[in-house]
């Protein structure tokens, strides 16, 4: 995994000249504590997310948890939830850098080919993904639906206007995307 320094630096010495796009540089920098923001109201929020979009997976497709159903028995669910999780890791960690190269090595590299072997649904899999990115939208935006949440709203308490993460939520979304896009 490359971050965006490490990158530049990489790029500028494979080619034998000078670090070229300072600009990208100081714009990562600029970014740096919204980034942080976006990545813990994620990390924050995690377990609720991976579970809300299993349950919501599960409420959509019931099959699911009845006998013969890939997430029945309680250790098929349990993997589901893991895998939910670490999906949502990897796409926690490539926004932290700034860069999908660890999403792309570490957990969508056969990913698919690992699925179909274990007869695991990819449709159902990428409607768990879709969940996770409008809630990681909502929490980046610090916008999390109260009428759902009720006592349990975590909010972060930022001061953070829509235009000033757009580009934070373009890029998680974008992750989220690869995701839904190497299981289909």
């Known amino acids: 995994m490359l971050d965006a320094f490490s990158k530049a630096v990489v790029q500028a010495d494979a080619s034998t000249s000078v670090v070229a796009d300072v600009g990208a540089l100081k714009q990562f920098i600029a970014q740096g504590n919204r980034r942080l923001d976006a990545v813990n109201a994620i990390a924050s929020n995690a377990s609720c997310m991976v579970s809300d979009a299993v349950a919501g997976m599960i409420c959509e497709n019931q099959g699911l948890i009845q006998a013969g159903g890939n997430c029945y028995p309680n250790r098929r669910m349990a993997a589901c939830l893991r895998d939910a999780e670490i999906i949502l890791r990897y796409v926690t960690y490539a926004l932290l850098a700034g860069d999908a190269s660890v999403l792309d090595?570490?957990?969508?590299?056969?990913?698919?080919?690992?699925?179909a072997a274990l007869g695991v649904p990819t449709t159902s899999t990428v409607r768990a993904v879709q969940i996770m990115k409008a809630q990681a939208t909502a929490h980046i935006q610090d916008n999390p639906s109260e009428s759902f949440a009720g006592a349990k709203l975590r909010k972060m308490g930022s001061i953070v206007t829509e235009d000033r993460c757009a580009s934070l939520v373009a890029e998680a979304g974008s992750y989220f995307d690869r995701v839904i896009s190497a299981l289909s």
């Open 105 to 115: 090595d570490r957990c969508l590299n056969g990913l698919k080919e690992t699925y």
